[in-house]
Structures are given as structure tokens and as C-alpha cells.
């Protein structure tokens, strides 16, 4: 990198929510911003100034592609995703194997692209945006919050391989965030499920709470700040009180955590 002006930043999911307020808030600084989409063409409202190029994560031609066509990359961000909930007895094989593919070997491979060109430059920064459910699980969504976990784990051990190149990993774990995820979450459920009245009930609450999320924006600032930082910190969260909950987390024991959790969704233990 040479002067913050100039520094090329890659938004993946850069259509909507997180990762369009994200490519706004780093062109709206001067940084060149490529933003992905798997079909830019559709996107009604585009952000000034910001390159979008399409890419889906789900497939690895077009990762392959995209990637080739990128040049020097200084900020990689690790956004696109999707939620996916039902019960890990009735989650079909395929659709965790598609989520895994987008929320975590997608951005995978995307990383494993850049990381050579900074670390021989002597500059990057890649945030992967994960999930506070990531730290904080709950029923019914354990393939996403095994994805984020994920996205985390390939973060945190990673950044000993890379930080003393100057090439910094880290991870955003947003909590509820307005952004309309709650209505595109692909839901499995079988017909008759004894899941059924639990499922509901707790799917109810959870889109309930995230309706009253905080704005993306705010998620974007964090982001943004993250990426600013000489030595990024391993993990960020913002939302969903996130201050109180990691520090409740470090105080209390695990299975007491797990029971405030359940008491908190009203559900049985
Ligand atoms: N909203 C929340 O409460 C919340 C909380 C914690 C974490 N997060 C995480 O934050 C990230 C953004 O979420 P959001 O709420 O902003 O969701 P969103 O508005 O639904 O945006 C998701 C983005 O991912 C892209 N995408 C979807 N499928 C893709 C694929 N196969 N290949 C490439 N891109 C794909 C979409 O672009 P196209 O459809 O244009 O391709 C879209 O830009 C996700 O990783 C999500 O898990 C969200």
C-alpha cells in the first residue's frame, strides 16, 4: 500500500446490507472499492463509485475468474453470506454443504488469492464477517453458526502465519443487524416435524429481534475501523449489546451461559 487514497479494497456481497454499506462507507473515504454481486446488472441502487463485478461464491469458475481478473488487492472483505436455520437432524446434506461452500470455502479461496500479492507487498488486511452466533450459538441455526465458527477459526490461526508480513486477519462478528437477511434465510423443517412448535416459536423471536437490529452502517464503521488498524484486533462484535455479552461470557461458566441463552428464548432444558 502506498498512500491511504489509493489503497484497492474487494467487498464481496456488495448488493445489499452489510456489504453495500461497507463499499459506500470505504469510497465515500477515496478508496478504490470493487464490490461483488453474483449478477451486478440487477442491483437497483448502486453505490458511487464503487466497480462491481460479478462473482458467485458457490461456484468455482466464477471464483477462479474473478480472481484472475483482480490485480493488487490491499483490503479484502469477506462479507457475502447467507442464513440458513432447522433442526441439524433435518438440515439436508446439500444445503449444508451450499452454505459451507458460500459462507466459508468461497472466502476461503478469495483469501487464499490475495494473501501472496500483500504479504509480498508488505501490506493487507482481510476481514471475515462472521456472526455473533459464531460466539454465542443457538438451536435451530447450527450449520450457519458452524460456518461463522469456522470463518473464524481459518481467521485467528491464519494471522500468526501472516501479521508479521504486515498482512493482518480478522474477524467482524455482527449481532442483529436490520439489513432484510431474516426474509432471503433459506428454513428446513420437515412436514410433521416434532421440531415443529420449538422451531416456530424460536424463528418467531429471532426475526422478531432481528427487526429491531441495528443499522448496517454501523456494522460498515466497525468494519472500516477494523481495517484502518496498524494491528487489528483478532475479533470485533457490534450489536445485539455485544460489550455485555463478551464480558458476561468471561465471567460466567459455559453452562451458564448455554442456560441464560435458553431462558432468554424461552426455550425448554
Ligand atoms: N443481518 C444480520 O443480522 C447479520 C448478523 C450477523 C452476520 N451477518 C453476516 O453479514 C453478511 C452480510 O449479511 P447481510 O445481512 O448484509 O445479508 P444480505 O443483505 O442478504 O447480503 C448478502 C450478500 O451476499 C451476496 N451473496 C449471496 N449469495 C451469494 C453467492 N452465492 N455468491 C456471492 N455472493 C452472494 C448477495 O449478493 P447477490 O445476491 O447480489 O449475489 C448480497 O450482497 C453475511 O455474511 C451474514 O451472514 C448478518
Known amino acids: 500500500m502506498s498512500t491511504h487514497s489509493t489503497r484497492t479494497v474487494v467487498v464481496t456481497g456488495a448488493s445489499s446490507g452489510i456489504g453495500k454499506a461497507t463499499a459506500a462507507a470505504f469510497a465515500a473515504q477515496g478508496d478504490k472499492v470493487i464490490g461483488t454481486s453474483r449478477n451486478p446488472d440487477s442491483i437497483a441502487e448502486r453505490v458511487p463509485g464503487v466497480d462491481y463485478r460479478a462473482l458467485d461464491l458457490t ?38 454443504e451450499r452454505l459451507f461452500q458460500l459462507n466459508v470455502f468461497g472466502a476461503v479461496a478469495l483469501t487464499q488469492a490475495v494473501l501472496p500479492g500483500m504479504r509480498e507487498r508488505g501490506y493487507g488486511r482481510i476481514v471475515m464477517v462472521g456472526s455473533m452466533l459464531g460466539s454465542f450459538p443457538m438451536p435451530y441455526r447450527s450449520s450457519y453458526v458452524a460456518t461463522k465458527a469456522a470463518l473464524r477459526g481459518f481467521a485467528t490461526a491464519a494471522r500468526f502465519e501472516e ?107
Open 59 to 96: 461456484d468455482a469458475d466464477s471464483i477462479a475468474h474473478f480472481a484472475a481478473e483482480l490485480g493488487a488487492v490491499d483490503v479484502l472483505i469477506n462479507n457475502a453470506g447467507e442464513s440458513q436455520a432447522g433442526p441439524l437432524a433435518e438440515l439436508p446434506g446439500a444445503a449444508i
Open 163 to 269: 501479521s508479521p508480513f504486515g498482512v493482518w486477519i480478522t474477524t467482524v462478528e455482527p449481532g442483529q443487524i436490520d439489513t432484510g437477511l431474516r426474509e432471503r434465510r433459506t428454513k428446513y423443517l420437515n412436514e410433521g416435524s416434532s421440531h415443529t412448535a420449538d422451531f416456530t416459536k424460536f424463528m418467531a423471536k429471532l426475526d422478531e429481534q432481528q427487526g429491531k437490529g441495528i443499522a448496517p452502517e454501523r456494522v460498515a464503521r466497525t468494519i472500516v475501523a477494523a481495517a484502518a488498524a496498524d494491528r487489528p484486533k483478532p475479533l470485533y462484535a457490534v450489536g445485539s449489546n455485544a460489550p455485555v455479552m463478551f464480558a458476561v461470557r468471561r465471567l460466567v461458566p459455559r453452562a451458564v451461559m448455554e442456560r441464560l441463552i435458553a431462558a432468554s428464548y424461552g426455550l425448554k432444558r
